[in-house]
């Protein structure tokens, strides 16, 4: 097993070539898509985040009608 990590190690320098290389070769969102999927991921967190909140408050009521 070590032997095949021997073979396969690079260099620093190699090993940021390649990395560039294969940046070059990725398909980058255009800005429209970029902003359409930035509004629909915060507002998946934000409805989230109130369901939760709505959930946690439901749930602190129901404890606090048991307890008293």
Request: positive net charge; glycine residues 2%.
């Amino acid at each position: 097993m070590a032997d095949i990590a021997e073979k396969t190690r690079k260099s620093p320098a190699k090993f940021l070539s390649d990395v560039k290389k294969e940046m070059k070769k990725v398909s980058w969102p255009k800005r429209e898509e970029l902003i359409r999927y930035t509004t629909v991921t915060l507002a998946t967190v934000i409805l989230m985040a109130i369901f939760f909140w709505v959930i946690d408050l439901g749930i602190s009521k129901l404890v606090e009608l048991i307890v008293d």
